[in-house]
């Protein structure tokens, strides 16, 4: 049995990372300035081995990484063009844990909205096709534009705790 975990919002399309999206994913990944605030640029390998990971997510729990596209909206000619990804995982990759949503977006495509639309299309496939009734999100604490896309989200802000290795400002929000 398949599942079409694709979501659609009124500017863009979301579909699970697949083999296909590798270059795409790799400018995004390997791209200092987005990834300064996550972890340091990928390798064409490592993001070739996360694609199959993250596969491997979405067979074993229903949920794991999307790659963000643009509808034929805002940008006509960018139509069609990769602009991010977002997530719906369990924080810290540890199977224990409550479900975190995040994204990245390659910096042309920042402050225009896109990761509020794409983060409340994740918290709603959370809410209503995973059925948790509890998710959170976490940035490094010098990150503000991630917290002010989490608090427009209607999340709350708990405090600084440590994820991934760094301090990071938590926020949650409960169906």
Not at 34 to 52: D, G, K, P
Not at 54 to 70: D, E, H, N, Q
Not at 73 to 79: E, N
Request: with cysteine; net charge neutral; hydrophobic share 40%.
């Amino acid at each position: 049995m398949t599942h079409d975990h694709t979501i659609t919002t009124e500017r863009l399309l979301l579909t699970p990372f697949a083999p296909e999206h590798a270059d795409a994913l790799f400018a995004l990944n390997s791209d200092p300035e987005v990834m300064r605030h996550l972890s340091r640029a990928q390798t064409r390998e490592e993001t070739e081995a996360y694609i199959v990971d993250v596969g491997k997510r979405w067979k074993k729990f229903g949920y794991s990484w999307w790659t963000i596209f643009l509808k034929d909206t805002d940008f006509p000619k960018d139509a069609g063009r990769m602009i991010g990804s977002a997530c719906l995982q369990n924080l810290a990759h540890k199977e224990d844990a409550p479900l975190e949503i995040g994204w990245r977006l390659l910096p042309a495509y920042q402050g225009k909205g896109y990761a509020t639309q794409a983060g409340q299309a994740v918290i709603d496939f959370g809410f209503e096709r995973v059925g948790v009734d509890y998710l959170c999100a976490v940035a490094k604490v010098e990150n503000a534009a991630s917290q002010k896309v989490m608090a427009r989200l209607g999340m709350r802000y708990v405090g600084v705790q440590t994820h991934y290795g760094m301090d990071c400002a938590f926020y949650e929000k409960t169906k």
